[in-house]
């Protein structure tokens, strides 16, 4: 039996990877390269669906550890259950927080300044001028404060805001000020001008932004998805949208991706952009250098990062990051 690491990079294109791994290369199309049965680490394919991903778990009788290069691990956590105790689930942070904050910042911007207004006034050869929202003196609210809420606030902090305030599954006080608890957040959401999703999905987040969260949101205020598209009812979404009285920038959507047709392509007040918080330039060389500090930790038996849960371990809470 061989020690093989699977990865969905070719491993001539990363340097530095420990010596003696039989490593094999699978981005989840076509046939598996090798018997699943021999894999001890294995590096789930990036941007493929569920079903891509859990495929191998089944046969993996020697798997030690589950690697994403994603924030949010909903996609595999199924297939854990085919897999032995002691199996740990491990997340790429530290490989989005910089373009998920980006585009949260680009969504934001373009959705209060009417950038997809001027793009089809330009299209048209109108020129379309007036007043818009600026974000300056704006009341901000992130619901899901990890490692990508903190660095969205970082790429905040420079637009002169009235306020940020901080939602988590676990309160805590930072550098910046308090981390309220998800109890309080009913009370925090009438005060927000622009409130951002970026929490893990998980039972306790599922379409959490329902129907009375949205109601409690301010009139005119914008709702900014970078999380899990069933972090939000649609149906109760577009509701609200209908009426014109809140707006949306949407990064993930449920369904997703979202089909031809679907109502929410043409919403009022709807930014829609297809899942790209993670997928940048910054991607390769962060992912890169996870994979060889993470295979140079399992091979010298020392402690992995970003541990997200062990199997057969009690129920572990997802960490408050994002589903880049």
């Not at 903190?150 to 981390?179: C, K, M, Q, W, Y």
């Amino acid at each position: 039996m061989t020690a093989d690491v699977w990865l969905p990079i070719p491993p001539d294109e990363i340097e530095g990877l420990p010596a003696g791994l039989g490593y094999q290369f699978w981005d989840g199309e076509g046939d598996f390269p090798a018997d699943p049965a021999d894999c001890v680490f294995y590096v789930v394919p990036y941007m493929k669906p569920s079903e891509v991903s859990q495929r191998p778990l089944p046969a993996m009788r020697s798997v030690q550890v589950v690697q994403t290069l994603s924030a949010g691990t909903d996609h595999v956590e199924a297939g854990l259950r085919h897999l032995r105790p002691g199996v740990r689930l491990c997340n790429a942070r530290g490989v989005h927080e910089a373009s998920t904050a980006e585009l949260t910042l680009t969504l934001i911007l373009a959705s209060l300044r009417g950038v997809p207004d001027f793009v089809r006034a330009q299209d048209r050869e109108e020129w379309l001028g007036g007043f818009r929202p600026a974000l300056a003196d704006k009341n901000v609210l992130i619901v899901g404060y990890g490692a990508i809420g903190s660095a969205i606030e970082d790429r905040l902090t420079p637009f002169e805001l009235a306020r940020v305030s901080r939602v988590a599954r676990s309160p805590r006080t930072t550098v910046r000020g308090s981390v309220h608890p998800l109890t309080e957040l009913p009370a925090l959401l009438p005060e927000a001008d622009v409130v951002i999703l970026s929490t893990p999905l998980s039972e306790t987040t599922r379409h959490l932004a329902d129907a009375d969260f949205l109601a409690r949101m301010k009139d005119g205020a914008l709702l900014v998805n970078v999380a899990r598209g069933p972090v939000v009812d649609t149906k109760a979404l577009l509701a609200e949208l209908e009426t014109g009285r809140i707006t949306a920038a949407l990064d993930v959507t449920d369904p997703e991706p979202l089909p031809p047709g679907h109502p929410l392509w043409h919403a009022p007040g709807v930014l829609v952009s297809p899942h790209v918080g993670g997928p940048t330039s910054a991607f390769l060389p962060r992912a890169k250098r996870l994979l060889v500090d993470q295979l140079s930790r399992f091979v010298n038996r020392e402690p992995l990062r970003n541990v997200v849960l062990t199997t057969g371990a009690p129920s572990a809470q997802p960490v408050d990051t994002a589903g880049a």
